[in-house]
């Protein structure tokens, strides 16, 4: 597991919920055997109704923006974006959560400053069905859980964090 999708999987056990990481399922190629994918997380609750299947884009230096959506086609990272919400993908969520009925969720680096552009992106991202969730609100939610007093043997994460706002990288935040 990537870093991205450990700080993701921190966040989702911060709110309560299991986490299921690297959900594997087969992608059909033309003319070809197939290939192996996953789903980043696959997240729930006790709650059959709070369910989500959760890809991670750790792409920090950039801003999504509706070019990035709707032009999947590309060969380039752009085509990824929804391959987690493709049938073959959804038919392997569908079989672990045991019902079809679960929110779709991209982690992106950040959403457009200007209002017109963000509204794009997120009525691109609704049309779909897909929630966007920014690593602001992630680290954020992190960050602040993360108390200087405390070892986090099992987090090398939190760990981490722990260590910036010892020596003062994080100060500026509350906990």
């Known amino acids: 597991m990537d870093v991205n999708e450990d700080i993701l999987r921190l966040y989702f056990e911060l709110n309560g919920y299991m986490v299921h990481t690297n959900l594997k399922y087969r992608?059909?190629?033309?003319?070809?055997?197939?290939?192996?994918?996953?789903?980043?997380?696959?997240?729930?609750?006790?709650?059959?109704?709070?369910?989500?299947?959760?890809?991670?884009?750790?792409?920090?230096?950039?801003?999504?923006?509706?070019?990035?959506?709707?032009?999947?086609?590309?060969?380039?990272?752009?085509?990824?974006?929804?391959?987690?919400?493709?049938?073959?993908?959804?038919?392997?969520?569908?079989?672990?959560?045991?019902?079809?009925?679960?929110?779709?969720?991209?982690?992106i680096p950040r959403l457009p400053m200007k209002a017109a552009s963000r509204t794009a992106v997120e009525a691109e991202l609704s049309a779909r069905r897909v929630e966007p969730l920014t690593f602001t609100e992630v680290l954020q939610t992190v960050i602040k859980a993360t108390h200087p007093n405390l070892h986090y043997r099992d987090s090398e994460c939190q760990q981490t964090i722990r260590l910036l706002r010892i020596y003062g990288f994080l100060k500026d935040l509350r906990t």
């Open 27 to 107: 992608v059909k190629k033309p003319g070809g055997p197939g290939a192996e994918a996953d789903i980043d997380l696959a997240v729930y609750r006790r709650d059959p109704e709070d369910r989500a299947i959760v890809e991670v884009k750790g792409w920090h230096t950039e801003t999504i923006t509706k070019g990035y959506l709707t032009h999947p086609e590309k060969k380039d990272y752009r085509g990824r974006i929804f391959n987690f919400i493709q049938k073959p993908a959804l038919d392997a969520a569908t079989a672990f959560f045991g019902t079809d009925k679960f929110r779709r969720i991209l982690v």
